[in-house]
Nanobody, 126 residues
Framework: QVQLVESGGGLVQTGDSLRLSCAAS????????MGWFRQRPGKEREFVAA????????HYGDSAQGRITISRDNATKTVYLQMSSLKPEDTAVYYC???????????????????WGQGIQVTVPS
């Protein structure tokens, strides 16, 4: 079965950078669209970034604001989320998600994904 394991989270300071990783197993990774979502305290899960199976197409949510880059390495079955200039409002649990895709497109909505990681906490104190 598909397993997604996030890593790289933790406690950082305002203005710091952080790279989250999501290691995938149990799937033909190169055929999957991947996404990152986050859930801030008391808020609904929100879209952060998505990448197509080739990596050629990416899409970002409003929260990215030019500070976030999604990328993937199909050889190692890993998707990354590079975040910079972190702010307290970036404090959230970040989730990786996967969906098999017939086309090389991005999927920005949570309901489009059928596999999720357990989530990883990122905390930026105010």
């Amino acid at each position: 079965q598909v397993q997604l394991v996030e890593s790289g989270g933790g406690l950082v300071q305002t203005g710091d950078s952080l790279r989250l990783s999501c290691a995938a197993s149990g799937l033909t990774f190169g055929s999957y669209a991947m996404g990152w979502f986050r859930q801030r305290p008391g808020k609904e899960r929100e879209f952060v970034a998505a990448i197509s199976w080739s990596g050629d197409n990416t899409h970002y949510g409003d929260s990215a604001q030019g500070r976030i880059t999604i990328s993937r390495d199909n050889a190692t079955k890993t998707v990354y989320l590079q975040m910079s200039s972190l702010k307290p409002e970036d404090t959230a649990v970040y989730y990786c998600a996967a969906k098999p895709s017939l086309r090389d497109w991005v999927l920005p909505a949570p309901h489009e994904y059928d596999s999720w990681g357990q989530g990883i906490q990122v905390t930026v104190p105010s």
